[in-house]
Structure formats: C-alpha cells, structure tokens
C-alpha cells in the first residue's frame, strides 16, 4: 500500500506574512509537520508551494531523506480563491492517482508527531474509508440564540464525568484513492477520528498566537528532557567555538580566531567516551579544515534545519536524545537545545537562547566556553 503525504504551501499569507517560512524556534514554521511526515509510515512526502525559495530550501535540507519532493504549485491553485481540494486534485491528476491512501498535512500544525500520522494512516488499514484528526474539548458551547447545545446548564456536570466534543484541529486528513476520486473532497465514505493531544488545538492566524503556540512548544520540547549519561556533545561554530566574528577581504572569508583551551577540553571529553560533533549553518572551508585538526569526523556544514538533521542522526545511530549536550548561541540552536538532555549558552549568546538553556555558562564564546561546558559534562557523567 502506497501512502502519500501531501503539505499545501502557499506564498501569500494574510494574517501572518511568510507564515510557512517564518521561523519558529529558529526553523521555518513547514519543517515541523515536514520532519514528523518523513519519520513516519508515508511513502512519499509532498510539499506542494508556489514559493521557489522553500523549494530550494527542501533540496538543500533535506537531502538526508529521500521520501521528500517539492512541487512547484501552479499559480491558479494558489490564489486567495482556491480551496485546499483544488491544489490537494491538482497534483493528484498530475500523478495519476498513483497512491493508495493520500494523507493531507497542514503545515500550521507543529504539534503534529510522526504517530499522530501513522494513527490516521492506521485508521485505513482497519477498514475507514478516511479518517482525520480531532481534540476533545470540555468547553460548553452555545449557540446565538442564547441556547446550549452539548450540557444542560440547569446541571452543570464536573469536568470530570463531561465527555465533551470532538473538534477538528485541521493537522492530518487520510483517505483512500477511491474515496478521493469519488467525492473529490479530503474525507468521505466511512469517516473515523482519532485525538491529538489538546496543545494542537491553537490556531495561528496573529502575531499574538504566533508567540502563544511558540512558547507552547518549546515548553513541550522540554518537558520531554530526561537526565542520562552524556555520549555526545553538539557544537555550534560561530559564537561558540568563536566570537562570532570573521575576517573577510574581496576574495572571500580569511580568518576566524579559536581558543585552544577548547580543544583541549574536547580531546578530555573524549578520552571519557564523550562523541563531539559539529552542526553549523556556515558552509564555511576554514571551519572544515580546524575540524580536521581537532579530529571530529562528524561535521555537518551548511546545515540551515539542524533539528530535522539531529533527529535522523539519532535514528539512524540508535543514539538517545536525552544523551545529546548541546552548546549554541543564536536562534537557529533553540530548537535543538529544548529538546537534548542538557543545554549549554555561552555568557555572550543572544537573550532568546540564554532564556532556554539549561546551563549558562560563565566564559563566553571563543573564550573558554567549550571547555567550560566539558568541565560540566565530566563532572556530570560520574555520577553515571
């Protein structure tokens, strides 16, 4: 049975300009619902825009996966007037109908996890004809006419003996090929739902849900920590192992300057069975060549999504998050740094990742600040 995910993006955003690639927790918003789609159970993963820059976005990023295809939208299934149908037939008529079950992702939902997809999916497996995801509300509702609808007010239940109702929180729809062709509408035939936690509720259509769903999920990133023995330290470059500076003439970038201490606290770390790694956003010869000289072989240049690349890394290594330390400094490591077991910022990262970082250290970057958070490591791993 082939499963396809599809992702509908569009360019234009009213509320929120550029909400599909604005950054939340230092990744662009599409990326959440993208990296769940590919750990999941689909087949295939389909990001449908007509922005060009997210297409080259997912080439570069995402060539650790080879489930994603982006697909340039054609401008009439784009406008302000085209429903999510219209661009959802589009490219199924391209492709022929070549799937089984076609599952419609949104790409405004963050909360979305690979096991929500597979439940959905799993829905059509048992015999469905669709399915899509809900979250169970215990709010009472009313109508206009000042008439309640889902509880008698005159016996107001507890909370806890209230069912309450299933709401739509419009993260996943699955349907089968054959109900798809049928009614040419995203569910139909024998519908079934299944919940989503009640976080993945929140819609994002302002500035003042951005910041709510925001914090959410970094609070959600974070509860998921647990304390383990440290196998792995992750590095950030710039304003880590550096100041944050570089020197550049009419050819190119020239220097950057590092302190030695650190890399003397790297190879400590690593005589105690500690991995380093590195993870920069820089595509940057002069940061290759001082890895090699400090013999870490893992090193990932040019890395603009480092959450998604950290997570396949630890699938494909059979490496538990919760043993990962990570030392960053700006706000393309905030997602990264909510979720490893132990987070570290140098005294001179920016607010946004001081605020979230489980550790601050004294030294600042380029100054002591590696070595600093490997004193820490060592002394943390005894107990261990």
């Not at 820089?282 to 060549?289: G, I, P, Q, Y």
């Not at 960053?328 to 132990?342: K, P, Q, S, T």
Request: aromatic share 10%.
């Amino acid at each position: 049975m082939k499963a396809i995910g599809f992702i509908p993006l569009r360019k234009g955003s009213k509320g929120i300009p550029g909400k599909n690639k604005r950054k939340m927790l230092g990744r662009p918003l599409f990326c959440w619902v993208l990296t769940e789609a590919i750990f999941s159970k689909l087949d295939e993963v389909i990001v449908f825009t007509d922005d060009t820059e997210i297409i080259e976005f997912i080439e570069n990023q995402f060539k650790w996966s080879s489930k994603v295809k982006a697909v340039l939208r054609p401008e009439n299934t784009a406008n302000d007037t085209a429903s999510t149908e219209i661009a959802m037939l589009d490219y199924c008529e391209s492709v022929e109908y070549n799937f089984n079950v076609f599952c419609l992702l949104q790409a405004t939902s963050p909360f979305t996890k690979a096991e929500h997809i597979n439940e959905g999916l799993l829905k059509i497996e048992e015999g469905a004809d669709s399915s899509l995801s809900v979250v169970k509300t215990h709010r009472f509702i009313w109508n206009n006419n000042g008439e309640s609808i889902n509880y008698d007010y005159k016996n107001r239940p507890r909370r806890q003996d209230f069912e309450g109702l299933l709401v739509e929180n419009g993260a996943v729809y699955c349907t089968t090929k054959k109900a798809l062709q049928t009614s040419r509408n995203r569910i139909s035939g024998v519908i079934v739902p299944f919940e989503m936690p009640e976080i993945s509720y929140t819609e994002i259509d302002t500035e003042a849900d951005w910041n709510i769903v925001e914090n959410l999920l970094a609070t959600n990133l974070q509860q998921q920590k647990k304390n383990t023995k440290i196998t792995h330290l992750v590095l950030d470059v710039d304003g880590v192992f550096t100041d944050g500076k570089v020197l550049f003439s009419e050819n190119g970038e020239l220097a950057k300057s590092f302190d030695m201490r650190d890399g003397m606290g790297l190879e400590i770390l690593r005589q105690f069975d500690v991995k380093v790694m590195v993870m920069t956003s820089e595509n940057s010869a002069l940061v290759a060549a001082r890895m090699k000289k400090l013999k870490i072989d893992t090193v990932f240049l040019g890395a603009k999504d480092k959450f998604g690349l950290l997570q396949d890394y630890c699938l494909k290594n059979d490496v538990e998050i919760n043993s990962l330390a990570y030392v960053g400094d700006d706000v393309n490591d905030l997602a990264n740094m909510c979720r490893v077991g132990w987070s570290f910022a140098p005294a001179n990262a920016m607010d946004e990742i001081k605020r979230i970082a489980d550790v601050n250290l004294a030294k600042k970057s380029g100054e002591g600040a590696i070595r600093e958070a490997a004193q820490f490591i060592k002394k943390y791993n005894t107990r261990f």
